[in-house]
């Protein structure tokens, strides 16, 4: 049960991410570079903090030290976590500068799914014919829910391409977190050393006119980016490492497909958007299958 409740948290944190993103480009409070660094910088920050309390308490002791708080930190670095966490982030709010909130979602996720299908298959994992059909009724009910009711523009392959580099991001980042022996460790670590080669890349820019750039940013935009990262990010993937490895590879990837019928539910609430009939047949079939994947082992039992 306790997994179940965490897995339904850290997939509101998901939505809540898309619904921030979305928000903030849309009414052009932001532009997608300083959302992402934005979110990238105060996810660390909360997440450090996070962790010196979290270890002040597990050890009745001082608070860490500086140099003790980087070991701990550089002891759970990794490379493919850094690397797919940065793709993810600049992928995901760059795609939504062109694409639409539901589109970008549905190539989003489909595009975590099969990463992380391709990498079960890959590891030499076998799916039953259950898990198959409740996968691609998932994937049949998202395809529904984004089906044009009337014309519309060519979506740019561009911003299509990156948000499936996002998509992939993200289906590496969570594989990586299953041999995550820390969730709260490993993803502070991941997102300070991705902080560090952001500010890297990012201060020789500094110098350059904002023009250059095309630097915006009001002071809602800032808050949208800093909920997005503290809260919906740094918390929210801090709970996902610590569940993931509850869950099987192929439970973890189709869990993610709901995201996108919470994000829209939120986007219903928080931006007005109006409850359609597709909305509810989609997210009906979205949960169909979704519950296929998961009673499926229980059937082979």
């Not at 039953?128 to 984004?146: D, F, H, N, P, Q």
Request: glycine share 6%; net charge positive.
């Amino acid at each position: 049960m306790q997994t179940v409740l965490v897995t339904l948290i850290t997939l509101v944190a998901f939505a809540a991410n898309s619904v921030l993103c979305r928000w903030a480009l849309m009414d052009q409070t932001i532009d997608p570079l300083s959302f992402s660094v934005i979110r990238i910088l105060s996810g660390a920050f909360t997440l450090l903090i996070l962790l010196s309390i979290a270890s002040q308490n597990s050890n009745n002791t001082a608070k860490l030290s500086p140099t003790s708080l980087f070991s701990k930190l550089k002891s759970q670095f990794s490379l493919v976590s850094v690397v797919s966490l940065i793709v993810y982030m600049f992928g995901f709010s760059f795609a939504y500068l062109e694409l639409g909130a539901g589109l970008g979602a549905l190539v989003l996720f489909v595009a975590v799914q099969f990463t992380m299908l391709a990498a079960h298959l890959i590891s030499g994992n076998k799916m039953s014919l259950i898990e198959w059909a409740g996968c691609l009724l998932s994937v049949s009910g998202l395809v529904y829910l984004l089906m044009p009711t009337s014309t519309t523009n060519t979506p740019d392959l561009v911003s299509i391409a990156l948000m499936s580099l996002a998509g992939i991001g993200w289906g590496i980042y969570t594989l990586a977190g299953k041999r995550s022996s820390n969730a709260l460790l490993s993803t502070t670590a991941n997102f300070g050393f991705c902080s560090l080669i952001v500010l890297v890349f990012i201060s020789p820019w500094l110098v350059v006119p904002n023009s250059a750039l095309d630097i915006s940013m009001s002071e809602q935009g800032f808050i949208y980016a800093v909920l997005s990262g503290s809260v919906a990010s740094g918390v929210g993937y801090s709970l996902w490492y610590y569940v993931v490895k509850k869950l099987n590879t192929v439970v973890a990837s189709i869990a993610q497909l709901s995201v996108p019928v919470i994000a829209t539910l939120g986007g219903v609430l928080l931006l007005s958007e109006p409850v359609t009939m597709q909305f509810v047949i989609s997210s009906t079939i979205i949960l169909v299958g979704i519950s296929l994947v998961l009673v499926a082992p229980k059937l082979k039992q």
